[in-house]
T-cell receptor, first 113, second 113 residues
Framework: GDSVTQTEGPVTLSEGTSLTVNCSYE??????LFWYVQYPGEGPQLLFK?????EKGSNRGFEATYNKEATSFHLQKASVQESDSAVYYC????????????FGKGTHLHVLP | GGIITQTPKFLIGQEGQKLTLKCQQN?????MYWYRQDSGKGLRLIYY???????QKGDLSEGYDASREKKSSFSLTVTSAQKNEMAVFLC????????????FGPGTRLTVL
């Protein structure tokens, strides 16, 4: 079945350093790929999505490229801030069911001031 | 814009008790979802509904019932609460299927004594 595997956390960085959260996926479909972010006490919210292979998505300084050949969608940011501390989820949808989205297990990022 | 409201925010029950969680959305979205969030396990789909009075089982539906009597509301019942299912339950809605953004509520944290 479809699956998403992402960097296991927690990831701890100092402010101003670069971030990469790896995300790999398996599917026989042609999915849309998502990154969601969840701040403490809130539900996840969309960071950005990319519907087509070989295209890049970006928002708030974060970016990821939908790499169909490598089946990857790694999240990157050049310089993290303390306010980026959150849980990041990679997701793909739909899977074989038109309404289902497969989420990764989440990566908890702590950014130290 | 719209909002998803989940009630209650915190739910404490006894083992074996039947407990109900409620979710309301004012986006006028057709599709609604219930997820369970356990630390280190990501988001796992319990039930979803693609329209009023429709119910579809997700990967974790055993031990749960759901109800969608109105387009705007989606409730989840824990049929017999167990200590190993203490988690955060997240409700989400989406305008269409799995390639669309999901909008999440803030969650209900369940504690079973």
């Amino acid at each position: 079945g479809d699956s998403v595997t992402q960097t296991e956390g927690p990831v701890t960085l100092s402010e101003g350093t670069s971030l990469t959260v790896n995300c790999s996926y398996e599917t026989k479909q042609y999915p849309t790929l998502f990154w969601y972010v969840q701040y403490p006490g809130e539900g996840p919210q969309l960071l950005f999505k990319v519907p087509k292979a070989n295209e890049k998505g970006s928002n708030r300084g974060f970016e990821a490229t939908y790499n169909k050949e490598a089946t990857s969608f790694h999240l990157q940011k050049a310089s993290v801030q303390e306010s980026d501390s959150a849980v990041y989820y990679c997701a793909l949808g739909p899977d074989t069911n038109a309404y289902k989205v497969i989420f990764g297990k989440g990566t908890h990022l702590h950014v130290l001031p | 814009g719209g909002i998803i409201t989940q009630t209650p925010k915190f739910l404490i029950g006894q083992e074996g008790q039947k407990l109900t969680l409620k979710c309301q959305q004012n986006f006028n979205h057709d599709t609604m979802y219930w997820y369970r969030q356990d630390s280190g396990k990501g988001l796992r789909l319990i039930y979803y509904s693609i329209t009023e009075n429709d119910l579809q089982k997700g990967d974790l539906s055993e031990g749960y019932d759901a109800s969608r009597e109105k387009k705007s509301s989606f409730s989840l019942t824990v049929t017999s609460a167990q200590k190993n299912e203490m988690a955060v339950f997240l409700c989400a809605s989406s305008p269409t299927g799995g390639a669309a953004e999901q909008f999440f509520g803030p969650g209900t944290r369940l504690t079973v004594l």
